[in-house]
């Protein structure tokens, strides 16, 4: 029903910035919260950000409260995580997907579609 791709990673500086995008392809994408989640190398992958299906509500690990930002444009079928003052221990692929609203929305488990990931690299 879904198909995502990520884009929108690469290599930054320490403090730098970045804007990562994943488009949807399909015609139920507004029907479906997303979630951005991301795994550093050697580590678990863990859970970042999500919005809702309409884009009123969003959540974050605590972590990244205050430097990042989701948000979706249900007309381009797009869903957007904008990274401010990144940090090294950041570095990781990035991915996101897509499920029915749930309070679960920390774990992997609750989505149903997951992009191929874009690698973020984070340099000090």
């Known amino acids: 029903q879904v198909q995502l791709v990520e884009s929108g990673g690469g290599l930054v500086q320490a403090g730098g910035s970045l804007r990562l995008s994943c488009a949807a392809s399909?015609?139920?994408?507004?029907?479906?919260?997303m979630g951005w989640f991301r795994q550093p190398p050697g580590k678990e992958r863990e859970f970042v950000a999500r919005?809702?299906?309409?884009?009123?509500?969003?959540y974050y690990t605590d972590s990244v409260k205050g430097r990042f930002t989701i948000s979706r444009d249900n007309a381009k079928n797009t869903v957007y995580l904008q990274m401010v003052s990144l940090k090294p221990e950041e570095t990781a692929v990035y991915y996101c997907?897509?499920?029915?609203?749930?309070?679960?929305?920390?774990?992997?488990?609750?989505?149903?579609?997951w992009g191929q990931g874009t690698q973020v690299s984070v340099s000090s």
């Open positions: 399909g015609r139920t994408f507004s029907n479906y919260a």
């Open positions: 997907a897509a499920g029915p609203s749930s309070v679960y929305y920390t774990r992997g488990g609750s989505y149903n579609y």
């Open positions: 919005i809702s299906a309409v884009g009123t509500v969003t």
